[in-house]
Structure formats: structure tokens, C-alpha cells
């Protein structure tokens, strides 16, 4: 009997050693979209936008639209999903860019590989900005 419950301490602490040695999962905290962006997003000087749902493509290299764009937005926040699974398709993405580098990108409900609650307000202002006539394609 003794011999049993020896065992069973050890496949216990075992147990425990492991739980305690698995990497904790990364902890999503709300963010402003300046906040998540990489640097100073002032310095954004293109904006590529996609829809998602016909697949045009537009950017945009005009700085004061893109400065003024960029500060209706900077301060909305992305507050995370707590349902983290793999999800496909989006409505928009978006790429701030500075020079011929992508420096964010982002959706509406999604950054880095992380989801979070859909964002209209940030929809509406990204459907405005892709509706405007100064781009190039």
C-alpha cells in the first residue's frame, strides 16, 4: 500500500512539474491602434486598403488625407476577442505603410494574428477613406 501511494506522489508531482513548465498563453490586453503601432504613426506615408469581399486593392500616398484619416482613428481601440479560434475572410485590411514597408496591419476585428470585438466605428472610417477618389491603384 505504501509502495502505491509513493507512486502516486510521484505521477502527482510530475503532473504539476509539467502544468506548471507549459508556457502561459499571451495575454490580450486593449489597445489603441497608435498604441499598436510599431514607431511613430505619424510617420505613415501610404495606406494600402483591401476589401475583402471583391478583392480591390487601393492606396493611398496623399499625406494631408492620410494625416487626417490616421488621427480620426489612432485613438479607437482594439479590445481583445476572448474566443481566439482561426477564423477566415475579412471585410477590410489594412496597411499603414511607411515607404515600401508594411508597418501594421490590421482588420477591423483582428491584428497580429489576434481577434478582437469587431470595431464598426473603424469600419465606417475605413469604408469612407477606400470610398474617396484620391487614391492609385
Given amino acids: 500500500m505504501r509502495k502505491k501511494i509513493c507512486i502516486l506522489l510521484v505521477l502527482l508531482m510530475g503532473f504539476a512539474i509539467v502544468a506548471c ?22 510617420n505613415v506615408d501610404s495606406i ?19 494625416l487626417e484619416w490616421i488621427d480620426q482613428i489612432k485613438d479607437m481601440k482594439f479590445e481583445p476577442d476572448s474566443n481566439q479560434e482561426e477564423r477566415s475572410g475579412f471585410l477590410y485590411s489594412v496597411s499603414l505603410r511607411e515607404g515600401h ?37
Fill in 21 to 42: 513548465s507549459k508556457p502561459q498563453a499571451e495575454k490580450l490586453t486593449t489597445m489603441t491602434l497608435q498604441e499598436l503601432y510599431p514607431g511613430d504613426i505619424a
Fill in 48 to 66: 494600402e486598403i483591401t476589401d475583402g469581399s471583391s478583392g480591390e486593392r487601393k492606396m493611398f500616398f496623399n499625406q494631408k488625407q492620410i
Fill in 101 to 137: 514597408m508594411s508597418k501594421l496591419g490590421f482588420t477591423p476585428n483582428s491584428q497580429g494574428g489576434h481577434y478582437y470585438i469587431h470595431n464598426e466605428a473603424l469600419t465606417l472610417k475605413i469604408q469612407e477613406l477606400f470610398g474617396k477618389m484620391d487614391f492609385h491603384k
